[in-house]
């Protein structure tokens, strides 16, 4: 008797399976918003959170809680969704930004970038963000037809999309700039630091004074110059390239990294850096006091500026507008280098993604997807990581740049474990900091006993095991 029952049971349990793949057949995807004849059905309330960068916490001219108001409006009548937006300041990335994803936040939607700490790479590889392959056709179908398939493959972790590039191509471009009514352009590319040297010289003999806008947090655009002035040198993993990184010295990918400052060219770079702060082209005090007179110029003589093309295009923007400034504009001369060198990053440099622990991924997707299509685009994913303005168009007006040859990341999708050697890696920065930025800034005395000191520091500090443990992991790459 109690045999019979069990096999009435087990036959209810087949016909309600059979039942239920029958059903199925018109509700796809999911029970959370489903597709129904076809239709995505969002009768069900969604409340999502969103993690973004955004303006600086100083700055009260951008408020962006109308903007979110109106956009909850929107997408409430349109997918039955409202979104928390939390803005981390672009001055607070440093902390804030990997606390989202170390203390077990759980989010819906967040900004995530190859540069960020931690990078995108790595969360797709620590599985923190969703795949997203199978919901884009239906959910992200207005991102997924309209986007090319080499944006798509840019996103790609071990075959499976995990985020959505909300930018164009990305193109790592250092060089400096001056104000539009600077008399005296170089007549020919800037292709080394002598070249560099000689403008500036020339600028000092025509115009009696050159000023070089810098501080301490600036001498990495000094370094940047360094590396692409040099024509085989290209950023390496190991070392954050907000302090003194790495290089590939020779373009094979794992036998040839190298600290810069062992080099030859390095003591080179320290003698000229030394000698153009000897000559005034930069304030004294520069270790201790900053100035910004790219945004206030009222300095006689050349104001000059080293950064990258991001910080120019923020820079330039704010000067047009500006009622103090008369519309002046600036100039921006790239690094090209002997080798042409402006690289080629991936379209995963800013992007969006999904929480791996999300209850509502397909309602996420949507909520890209409008946004992604709409006026809130610029208005909402107006920053990348560190506060840089995504828009990165190649000042095509120039004829120069038609002739540019842009290379393509060599470790674009490679994630770095830094775990083994974080230790080294902390100290390796402070190292850089107490000893490296001195020298960069002509401020270190004699160069030769300064860059002997740093390398002695570089290498107590573990430099050497960094580099092993890249080598290492590289391998595999």
């Known amino acids: ?38 239709v995505i059905d969002t009768s069900k309330y969604v409340k999502l959170s969103m993690y973004l960068i955004g303006p600086p916490s100083g700055d009260s001219t951008m408020d962006y809680q109308s903007i979110v108001e109106e956009l909850n409006e929107s997408i409430g009548d349109k997918m039955n969704t409202n979104v928390d937006i939390t803005f981390i300041p672009y001055d607070e990335t440093d902390m804030e930004y990997p606390l989202v994803f170390s203390s077990g936040t759980t989010f819906d939607i967040g900004y995530v970038s190859t540069d960020g700490d931690p990078s995108y790479f790595s969360l797709a590889s ?53 104000a539009g009514d600077t008399k005296y352009e170089p007549d020919e590319a800037i292709l080394s630091i002598g070249d560099m040297e000689n403008y500036l010289d020339t600028l000092a003999e025509e115009n009696g004074k050159v000023v070089i806008d810098i501080g301490e947090e600036d001498a990495v655009g000094l370094y940047n110059m360094l590396v692409d002035l040099h024509k085989t040198w290209i950023p390496a993993p190991g070392i954050p390239e907000s302090s003194l990184y790495l290089v590939n010295s020779t373009g094979d990918k794992t036998g040839s990294l190298m600290h810069p400052a062992f080099s030859r060219e390095f003591l080179i770079f320290a003698e000229g850096m030394k000698k153009w702060a000897d000559d005034g082209f930069w304030q004294e005090d520069v270790l201790v006091a900053s100035k910004d007179i790219g945004y206030d110029q009222q300095t006689d003589g050349n104001v000059l500026l080293f950064g990258n093309f991001n910080r120019f295009r923020a820079m330039d923007s704010k000067l047009a507008n500006s009622p103090d400034q008369g519309g002046r504009m600036l100039k921006f001369i790239p690094f090209c280098g002997e080798g042409k ?99 960069l800034l002509g401020r270190a005395g004699d160069p030769s006993t300064a860059v002997n000191r740093y390398r002695q520091e570089l290498e107590t500090a573990g430099i050497h095991k960094v580099i092993d443990a890249v080598k290492e992991q590289l391998k595999d790459y």
């Open 1 to 38: 008797m109690r045999l019979s029952w069990i096999k009435c049971w087990i036959a209810i349990l087949c016909l309600a399976l059979i039942t239920g793949s029958l059903l199925g057949c018109s509700i796809i995807t999911s029970n959370r918003t489903p597709v129904v004849d076809g």
């Open 126 to 178: 620590k599985e923190t963000l969703l795949a997203i392959d199978d919901l884009l056709p239906t959910y992200g179908k207005g991102l997924w037809e309209g986007m090319e398939p080499n944006r798509w493959e840019d996103t790609k972790y071990d075959g499976q999309i995990y985020a959505v590039p909300i930018d164009g191509e990305q193109y790592r471009i250092n060089g400096f700039m001056f």
């Open 341 to 439: 060198k402006i690289i080629k990053a991936g379209s995963a440099k800013n992007a969006l993604g999904i929480g791996a622990g999300s209850k509502n991924p397909e309602r996420a997707l949507m909520l890209i997807d409008y946004i992604v299509g709409s006026k809130y685009s610029d208005q909402i994913l107006g920053y990348g990581y560190e506060g840089k303005i995504m828009d990165y168009s190649l000042f095509e007006d120039d004829p120069v740049n038609h002739e540019l040859l842009y290379i393509k990341d060599p470790y674009d999708k490679f994630v770095f474990d830094k775990t083994p050697v974080q230790n080294e890696i902390d100290n390796i920065l402070l190292v850089n900091s107490q000893f490296g930025v001195p020298i």
